[in-house]
């Protein structure tokens, strides 16, 4: 082959590799119909190591996670809240980084929905998977105690938070096939507050 027909051959193999790279990332960026959304969050500073965050949500599983959860593989839900201080001329800096687990399960033999949560207002049995993800959507509470540093009262504070399936939480056989899986790739939009 000569010179001129590899290079021909090189740049089409290239080619290739970057329409995959591009259709790929599309596919990865693409917004589900499903999945997770934040209705309205507010905050308020309890004490300079103390803030209170309420986030009020939606909640809805796609097929494939429904599925999942009906043949008992418990279903990992992920709040995370950071509380960054605003600073002029540079990007806020991160202080703190608050993150809590609910995990969703089914037991198929008493036929009833469990919802383990640090939330003690949510905690416990619900006689359908309805009622459970309206509880765990509604209006929550988060106490958020800094464990380094302090809120100054000189200074503005901003937060965000975001909730999202907890793919690491799933069975290590199951890890793999779902990252590729739009259906798995629920989260919400990371929602911005200002801490009063």
């Avoid at 929550?140 to 937060?159: C, F, H, I, P, W």
């Avoid at 399936?165 to 790739?185: G, T």
Wanted: glycine share 4%; with cysteine; hydrophobic share 40%.
């Amino acid at each position: 082959m000569s010179r001129r027909g590899r290079l021909t051959v090189r740049k089409s193999c290239i080619s290739k590799v970057a329409r995959f790279i591009s259709l790929f990332a599309l596919y990865m960026m693409a917004s589900p119909s499903f999945g997770f959304s934040i209705v309205s969050t507010e905050a308020v500073r309890d004490s300079d190591t103390l803030v209170t965050v309420v986030v009020d949500s939606q909640i809805e599983l796609s097929e494939d996670v429904l599925d999942a959860f009906k043949s008992s593989i418990p279903i990992t839900i992920q709040t995370t809240i950071k509380i960054y201080q605003v600073r002029n001329n540079l990007w806020d800096k991160l202080i703190h980084e608050y993150v809590t687990r609910d995990v969703l399960s089914y037991r198929s033999l008493y036929r009833d929905f469990l919802l383990k949560s640090a939330d003690r207002n949510v905690n416990g049995g619900y006689t359908s998977l309805e009622a459970m993800l309206e509880a765990l959507g509604r209006k929550r509470n988060y106490q958020v105690e800094l464990t380094e540093g302090t809120l100054r009262a000189d200074r503005s504070y901003v937060g965000k938070v975001r909730i999202s399936i907890d793919r690491s939480a799933l069975p290590s056989v199951m890890r793999l096939p779902v990252f590729f899986n739009n259906a798995w790739r629920l989260k919400s939009e990371r929602v911005k507050f200002d801490i009063k």
